[in-house]
């Protein structure tokens, strides 16, 4: 863990945007369930609890103090345009295995946030030791696949009806995952992995 919060906080020049990034705590609680509640809900359907609800985000916060789950946090001006988590269970049966959670504000999504935060969940999955990321998304979030795609992701498991919204409409749920630790071996075997 010390690995990962010696890189925060740390300003990222995206474009003409400025986002500052910093270790997620109990502090920013408020600011991010302000940003939560901003967001569709359909943004919010491939986590496995409803993060717009004070009670599950409380538990979020829990868990980052446990040491299962790294938050990063974007802002922009000071405010929350986007968060990552890694969450990982050192409990089960898959604990090289880390999940990836990224939600980006409407109004940030055409700058590149989403791409560095994955970025960001690369470095924190290679910092915490894990070999595999995954990610979940509905069939439907056309570009946020892509840009999963682009970076590496494989679809490794197709759920259909697995999520429903609010009003009852059921989706389609999409597996992804990445072999972290051979992109760790690459970077190490080209000398780039002291540059990140």
């Given at each position: 863990m010390n690995a990962v919060a010696s890189r925060y906080p740390r300003t990222l020049e995206l474009g003409e945007e400025t986002i500052e990034l910093s270790l997620l705590t109990a502090d920013d609680q408020a600011e991010v369930l302000k940003f939560a509640e901003a967001l569709p809900v359909h943004d919010l359907m491939?986590?496995?609890?409803?993060?717009?609800?004070?009670?599950?985000?409380?538990?979020?916060?829990?868990?980052?103090?446990?040491?299962?789950?790294?938050?990063?946090?974007?802002?922009?001006?000071?405010?929350?345009?986007?968060?990552t988590a890694v969450v990982t269970d050192p409990l089960s049966w898959s604990p090289h295995v880390g999940e990836l959670r990224v939600l980006v504000s409407t109004e940030a999504r055409q700058i590149g946030l989403g791409r560095k935060l994955i970025e960001e969940s690369f470095l924190v999955g290679l910092d915490l030791g894990l070999e595999k990321?995954?990610?979940?998304?509905?069939?439907?979030?056309?570009?946020?696949?892509?840009?999963?795609?682009?970076?590496?992701?494989?679809?490794?498991?197709?759920?259909?009806?697995?999520?429903?919204?609010?009003?009852?409409?059921?989706?389609?749920?999409?597996?992804?995952?990445?072999?972290?630790?051979?992109?760790?071996?690459?970077?190490?075997?080209?000398?780039?992995?002291?540059?990140?």
């Open positions: 491939f986590l496995s609890r409803d993060i717009q609800e004070p009670k599950v985000l409380e538990a979020w916060v829990r868990s980052i103090e446990s040491g299962e789950i790294v938050s990063v946090v974007a802002r922009r001006n000071g405010e929350v345009v986007g968060t990321l995954t990610a979940r998304m509905t069939l439907d979030q056309d570009s946020a696949i892509a840009v999963f795609e682009e970076m590496g992701f494989r679809t490794e498991a197709h759920f259909k009806d697995h999520v429903q919204n609010r009003e009852g409409k059921k989706h389609d749920l999409l597996i992804l995952s990445h072999d972290v630790s051979r992109l760790g071996a690459q970077l190490e075997a080209y000398g780039l992995d002291q540059a990140f």
